[in-house]
């Protein structure tokens, strides 16, 4: 049974027509038939139920006072110092 294969080569897309055959005991795959470039890749987007939890954890992380913070840079060596 063949199927469309998507191969990236040096970061471009192209497609290729290939059937999976069986070679001394291992599977391998035989191109076909080379289809050329892919198009652009599509874009991947979440369902929307996911960003509405998101947010919904987001904003229960504010109203409680919890909130993600980033330690400064070179922090550590500030308090070597002192």
């Known amino acids: 049974m063949a199927f469309i294969r998507t191969k990236r080569v040096k970061g471009i897309l192209y497609r290729y027509r290939v059937e ?43 109203a409680a006072g919890r909130t993600k913070t980033k330690a400064r840079k070179g922090s550590r060596n500030r308090k070597k110092r002192e």
């Open 20 to 62: 999976s055959t069986r070679v001394g005991g291992k599977v391998q795959q035989r191109v076909l038939e080379y289809l050329g470039r892919a198009s652009a890749k599509p874009a991947k987007s979440k369902p929307k139920a996911k960003k509405a939890a998101k947010a919904a954890r987001k904003g229960a992380r504010k």
